[in-house]
C-alpha cells in the first residue's frame, strides 16, 4: 500500500506537497485507503451479492 501511496504523490515535487494543507492532504490520503479498502472487499463478494450491492448503490 505505501508503494502505492508513493506512485500517486510522486507526481508532485516536494514544494506542490508542501504547499498542501494539513487536512486536505490527511481527507485525500483517507479517500485513496477507503477506495482500496472497498475494492478489495468488492473483489470477494459473490456475484449474487454483487448484484445486490450494485442494486443498493
Do not use: C, Q, W
Not at 505505501?2 to 515535487?13: I, P, Q, R, T
Not at 516536494?14 to 494543507?21: F, M, R, V, Y
Not at 449474487?48 to 448503490?57: M, N, R, W
Amino acid at each position: 500500500m505505501v508503494e502505492h501511496m508513493v506512485k500517486l504523490f510522486d507526481k508532485f515535487s516536494t514544494a506542490e506537497l508542501k504547499e498542501i494543507g494539513d487536512g486536505y492532504l490527511r481527507d485525500r490520503i483517507d479517500s485513496i485507503l477507503i477506495i482500496h479498502a472497498v475494492s478489495g472487499t468488492l473483489n470477494d463478494l459473490t456475484p449474487e451479492e454483487l448484484e445486490i450491492f450494485d442494486a443498493a448503490v
